[in-house]
């Protein structure tokens, strides 16, 4: 899996990846600043693809509640060529991010993911995307024509960049929600997720204060058994909630390992598993003696003729 999608700036590719795999130790020649002449060009006609630690650190930033950015921030959109439901940034009304100004980015710190990669893309390869794998990872050049950047006289590692830009903590952070995009992936278009999946999913990795609602507040915690240390970090803190958002829909859509149903719920789904088939039983019981009385009456009354 390609993760260029939540920086692509046109969806299409390409040309602009540099054919060369590199290590987190390749060195790289690139710099961005306010004295290029490209300055910000990069912000405007853009899809920005935004990862669930991406809406929970802009929405923090901007002090709002989640639907509150949802409706005003963002747009509706898939997710890597799925029909996973996610958002995107929703541009100005010149087609540019709406937190750039002539003088540069006001969220900086807090900006999303994509902007944090580029120009370095990572691709992960996860043959089937089954569960304990470890991914192959390299890295790649975007170079766009009219990036100024690679012209600047800074050379240094990727790890250097990735650092100096805050990647990793975003990587830690997306790792849950990336592996589910690459395990529906693999499954190919021709599986379909149902219309409560999808809502679930977005419902999931975009509003935290709904998910947090809907664990505590309806029948879930009748159906899974969570411990007493879990339940107060999903109740209290934003980052266990959205790992824990991963760990469900991994197990909830994909049947992985580490959610535990109750047994009570288990042994109730068994009894009326039973119960249904003891009632589908009877019935072709009942069904079986009136053919049989139907055939009996019928020999009769032929004997009689």
């Known amino acids: 899996m390609f993760n260029t999608e939540i920086f692509d700036k046109s969806n299409k590719n390409p040309s602009n990846i540099v054919p060369s795999k590199l290590s987190l130790d390749s060195n790289i020649k690139f710099r961005c600043h306010p004295g290029v002449s490209c300055f910000t060009a990069c912000c405007g006609s853009i899809k920005i693809i935004l990862t669930p630690f991406d809406i929970l650190r802009l929405r923090k930033r901007l002090k709002l509640e989640a639907d509150d950015f949802l409706l005003h921030f963002t747009a509706p959109t898939f997710l890597e060529k799925t029909d996973m439901p996610g958002v995107?940034?929703?541009?100005?009304?010149?087609?540019?991010?709406?937190?750039?100004?002539?003088?540069?980015?006001?969220?900086?710190s807090d900006r999303p993911s994509a902007c944090r990669y580029y120009p370095i893309g990572m691709a992960?390869?996860?043959?089937?995307?089954?569960?304990?794998?470890?991914?192959?990872?390299?890295?790649?050049?975007?170079?766009?024509?009219?990036?100024?950047?690679?012209?600047?006289?800074?050379t240094w590692t990727i790890r250097e960049w990735r650092a100096d830009q805050g990647v990793d903590l975003c990587d830690e952070m997306n790792k849950g929600w990336m592996e589910l995009v690459m395990r529906r992936k693999s499954f190919g278009l021709q599986a379909t997720l149902s219309e409560q999946a999808k809502k679930m999913f977005f419902m999931a990795t975009t509003d935290l204060d709904r998910f947090r609602s809907f664990i505590f507040n309806s029948s879930f915690l009748q159906i899974y058994e969570l411990d007493p240390e879990t339940l107060e970090n999903i109740r209290t803190?934003?980052?266990?909630?959205?790992?824990f958002s991963f760990q469900f829909l991994a197990s909830s859509l994909f049947g992985t390992q580490g959610m535990k149903i109750s047994e009570e719920k288990i042994a109730a789904k068994v009894e009326e598993h039973k119960k249904k088939q003891s009632e589908a039983e009877k019935r072709a019981e009942e069904t079986y003696f009136e053919l049989k009385q139907l055939r009996d009456q019928m020999q009769k009354d032929k004997k009689i003729s």
């Not at 390869?125 to 012209?151: D, L, M, R, S, T």
């Open 124 to 154: 992960n390869f996860h043959e089937g995307a089954q569960e304990n794998q470890i991914a192959e990872e390299f890295y790649f050049v975007v170079k766009e024509p009219h990036c100024k950047g690679h012209e600047e006289d800074k």
């Open 88 to 108: 995107c940034l929703k541009l100005d009304p010149d087609g540019r991010c709406p937190f750039v100004t002539p003088v540069g980015c006001l969220i900086y």
């Open 237 to 243: 803190d934003d980052i266990a909630l959205m790992k």
